[in-house]
């Protein structure tokens, strides 16, 4: 399992730093544990005066030691005398507080395992300790999803706090469990509706399950109905992600613009902001506005490419192919498009078959006869099929894709250049890889 740190997943508000955080959470835990045995007093834990064992006192005073160097975080010394008094005091309430601390100051130095042993320790003597949501956060913090959950699912949800119930849904989450953590999520949200970590996990889930209508109602909830919502890129992203798979591309433009104007949002990810604009005005057929965003994202990049010049071409033959364009913007959108197809070839001389192909393709989207797309197209089939029938490392797909130029070719000969020579002269190649191919045996006159 891959250490959740590593993962391209957000992390919910309650997951702040380790460093930061680790005392706050674990003194919920020690004060739920030990509740008959400490207070709390200015913000630390001093023992119950009633131990009237002079055994338990000597363990009290030796216990309060160690606490003193566990809120100085001088972990090391502190494990050293919280062992001691597990080992001098044992079966008393102090040595079990010890052994729950032994635990603790383990995971602060980072040795997850021992940690764990130390509470599986503590459950022999006390059963009725929190000992599995305290190795779940345990194991959580060091990036072990797949343990954590495995604790987290001996656990009652009623049994946990709110920040428990989030991260048990988010270790679920980054392990791609989706189903398992909408359903924590959701059963978090219903204790608690205004919690932003359930409405953002609820609305993460839903769309990787692609449930974009119940995504997009979350994302409303995490934007517009949370408590002390801190909005992240994450979720920019997702909620418009969201919006696009329901089909709501032009909220997902008002937020993917919001995160344009975000002050904590990286300027790579404002840059990626524009291409998600641009797709969204491509949906609605907003071919200018799409032009606009894409040209921004391509002027972000300092280093040009073959993919990122082809995404202008692209988008004219997009616009060029759909339905709703009329026809007089057809006719621009193919010269736009081809010129810049013809000039990618030049430049990029390794993708010649591939822009051959893609100008073959184009002038049978526009709004003119058949012939007069055969006109157009007929030059750049027999280029490309040129193109591969010189490659001797040819695979199946792109012989295939030969048969279907050399077919276009004859087509072309034919019918617009009456030349049957020329015709022949294909269908001879076209039978060499295609020995059935009808449309070669009629030009041979062969049977």
Known sequence: MANKNQQQAPATEEQVSKTEAFFEKYKKAIIIAVVAVVIIVAGGILFNNYYFEPRANEASTE?????????????????????????????????????????????????????????????????????????AEIYSDAGKMDLAIQYYDKVNLADMKDYQISDYATNLFLSQKYDKSLNVATQGHNKFARNASFNRLMMFNNTELKNFDAAVAAGDKLFNASDSAKISSFDYGYYGRALEGANKYQEAIGIYEQMLKADNVKDDEKLEVNKKISDSYKKLSDYAKAEEYLNKYIQGHPQSSFSLEESVAMLYADQLADETTPAAQKQAAYDKADALYAALGQKYPDNAAYVENKRAQMPFSLAIDQKAQLKLAGPHYIEFANILAAKSDRSTGETKML????????????????DMDKAKEIASKLIEIDPENANAKAILGMK
């Open 63 to 135: 216990l309060g030691k160690s606490q003193e160097l566990f809120d100085q975080q001088q972990y090391d010394k502190a494990l050293a005398g919280f062992q001691k008094v597990a080992a001098d005091y044992s079966s008393t309430d102090a040595a079990n507080l010890a052994q729950l601390y032994i635990g603790l100051c383990q995971a602060n130095l980072g040795k997850w395992q021992d940690a764990v042993n130390a509470l599986e320790t503590l459950r022999q003597q006390r059963p009725d300790y929190p000992v599995d949501l305290i190795a």
């Open 403 to 418: 048969v279907n130029a050399y077919n276009a070719a004859t087509a072309y000969y034919v019918h617009v250049a009456e």
